[in-house]
């Protein structure tokens, strides 16, 4: 009959998730909320079994770039992409999101997304040197026949993505998946290098091209494009 007071302590970044309090039949006992993580109940003539759980508490990630803002549809992505350590931005306070990303951004984007790991392979083109900060993400993606280059032992690390090479980048990182479905676009021939990359995307939802059944293969992705 005593009124016993359960007073919950979740650790820093917790919030309790949830409180139960049971008699010896297993039978739950009312609690009574008294104030923020205080809870009181009846005491029954046995004994009790209290159990807690809890969880993260969800913050909004802070948003370090003055370029982009909520009602962007890459904001999250590009947050989502600075928490992960997949970019840090042009600058400290900049991510140039409309700015063409890279050949080179892209594999270091996709590089980092799968954990930077360590490479074996070594370095077939002659316009990526050992000090750049690309270099080691460009030979992963030759290690996982994500990428060959654009021929004559080149790379062509600053060039402009283009929407069709980002596709097969990914596609290939995913491991290359057999694509189905009928081709949405117009200018995606089924003879193109990139098409079964192009309806992989699709389907997966990660594109939905440019609008009036075009998918651009050969316009430069952007960096807000890319992220998301």
Known sequence: ??????????????????????DKDGDEIKLTEKDDNKFTFKMPGSKVTVEASFKLIETEPENPFTDISKSDYFYDAVLWAADKGITSGVTDTLFAPNVSCTRAQMVTFLWRASGSPEIGTANPFSDVSSDAYYYDAVLWAVEQGI?????????????????????????R?????????????????????YYDAVLWAVKEGITSGTG?????????????????
């Open 212 to 228: 009036g059944n075009n998918f651009s293969p050969d316009a430069p992705c952007t960096r807000g494009q890319i992220v998301t």
């Open 147 to 171: 990428t060959g280059g654009t021929g004559d032992g080149k790379f062509s690390p600053d060039a402009p993505c283009t929407r069709a090479q980002m596709a097969t980048f990914l596609w």
């Open 173 to 193: 990182a995913n491991g290359s998946p057999k694509a189905d479905g009928a081709n949405p676009f117009t200018d995606v021939s089924a003879d193109a290098y």
């Open 1 to 22: 009959g005593d009124t016993v007071t359960i007073t919950v302590k979740p650790d820093t970044g917790y919030e309790l998730d949830e409180l139960t309090v049971t």
